[in-house]
Each structure stands twice: as structure tokens, then as C-alpha cells.
T-cell receptor
Framework: NAGVTQTPKFQVLKTGQSMTLQCAQD?????MYWYRQDPGMGLRLIYY???????DKGEVPNGYNVSRLNKREFSLRLESAAPSQTSVYFC?????????FGPGTRLTVL | GENVEQHPSTLSVQEGDSAVIKCTYS??????FPWYKQELGKRPQLIID?????GEKKDQRIAVTLNKTAKHFSLHITETQPEDSAVYFC??????????FGAGTTVTVRA
């Protein structure tokens, strides 16, 4: 039982490049989330998916897209990366209120 | 959406002393308040949570109190140990299961 997994662990991009962050959970949870964490700002919700087939914007969705591929997987895509998207990205999942977090992806955009 | 404020941003305590972190929230409909601990380079992990129908909850050296009327909740760590050094985040629910997080408190326990 791996819980929530994320790939890659680290990534460096140049401005304008695109990439997809992958997240998977094996706890059969309905809800999944993407957060970004910046120093002094806590965790901010980018997008979430309440169930398979649905997605919705969070607090900071601009510059991102998501796909809920199936119940297990929820991916986050940066179409044209910007230096302001340098951050640590966490995926999480939940069945009710308690959220379980993945190990994070540290992204640097040059 | 929900606005969660957390104080202090940093806290240094002597080993064995108590640490208290306070949070306020804005949405009176919030009904679930978790606390997460994040060690350097690691993922946030839930350490304790409280629901709106309970005023206080305790788990060994950790306790959380909730004042719904004043819209604030607090984390209390007693008999602090070096392994309690970490960043602590409070959060509150809004619109069902979504969480809004505070900015975090860096706790340092001095030996």
C-alpha cells in the first residue's frame, strides 16, 4: 500500500516549456487535490477533483490544467512554464475530510 | 473562500516547555480543522484534527481547542522534545472537503 505517489521528484524547466506532473493513489479515494507550497504562504489549492470525471478550480488555477484520468490518477499540466511557477507541488487524496499527501515535486523554472 | 490566519510564524521553545500555535478562520460554515506537521523536505502529515461539534481533543502531548463563536482554534504541544521541531500548519474546510491552510509556524525546540 504505497498511499499517494508523485513523479517526478525534481524537475528543472526553461520558461515556456511544458510538462505534466503525475499523481496516483491506491486508497480508493474519490477526491484528489493539487497544491503548491511557497515559502511563507502555506499550501494553496490549484485544482481539485471531487470524483472521477469531475475537476474544479481552486485558489490559484491560472497557468495550470488538470486531468482526472481514472479514480487512481490525477495529473497537473503546465502548458507554458513561467518562473512564478517555481514551487513545490503536492498531490493529496481523501475519502471524506482527512487528506493524505504525496511526497511532492520540486519544480524550478528558469 | 475561507481565510485562515496563523500565528506566530516562528516559535522557539526550550525543551520541556509548552508550545502554542493559534489560528483564526473566516467561514462560519467550516466544520473540520486539521493540524499538519511538516519536517524539512517531507510531506505534510496529519497530527490531530477536531470537528466543529467538539471543543477540545487530546492525543498524548498534543491537544487542540476550538472556539466556534470566536472562530479560532489552537494547537498545544506539552513537554516539547527536539523531534517536535518542524513546520506546523492549521487548516479549515470550505465548500465540503476543500481545505484552506494557514501560512505555517516554524517551531524550533532548543535542547
Amino acid at each position: 500500500n504505497a498511499g499517494v505517489t508523485q513523479t517526478p521528484k525534481f524537475q528543472v524547466l526553461k520558461t515556456g516549456q511544458s510538462m505534466t506532473l503525475q499523481c496516483a493513489q491506491d486508497m480508493n479515494h474519490n477526491s484528489m487535490y493539487w497544491y503548491r507550497q511557497d515559502p511563507g504562504m502555506g499550501l494553496r489549492l490549484i485544482y481539485y477533483s471531487a470524483s472521477e470525471g469531475t475537476t474544479d478550480k481552486g485558489e490559484v488555477p491560472n497557468g495550470y490544467n488538470v486531468s482526472r484520468l481514472n479514480k487512481r490518477e490525477f495529473s497537473l499540466r503546465l502548458e507554458s512554464a513561467a518562473p512564478s511557477q517555481t514551487s513545490v507541488y503536492f498531490c493529496a487524496s481523501s475519502e471524506t475530510t482527512q487528506q493524505f499527501f504525496g511526497p511532492g515535486t520540486r519544480l524550478t523554472v528558469l | 473562500g475561507e481565510n485562515v490566519e496563523q500565528h506566530p510564524s516562528t516559535l522557539s521553545v526550550q525543551e520541556g516547555d509548552s508550545a502554542v500555535i493559534k489560528c483564526t478562520y473566516s467561514d462560519s460554515a467550516s466544520n473540520y480543522f486539521p493540524w499538519y506537521k511538516q519536517e524539512l523536505g517531507k510531506r505534510p502529515q496529519l497530527i490531530i484534527d477536531i470537528r466543529s461539534n467538539v471543543g477540545e481533543k487530546k492525543d498524548q502531548r498534543i491537544a487542540v481547542t476550538l472556539n466556534k463563536t470566536a472562530k479560532h482554534f489552537s494547537l498545544h504541544i506539552t513537554e516539547t522534545q527536539p523531534e517536535d521541531s518542524a513546520v506546523y500548519f492549521c487548516a479549515a474546510t470550505f465548500n465540503d472537503y476543500k481545505l484552506s491552510f494557514g501560512a505555517g509556524t516554524t517551531v524550533t525546540v532548543r535542547a
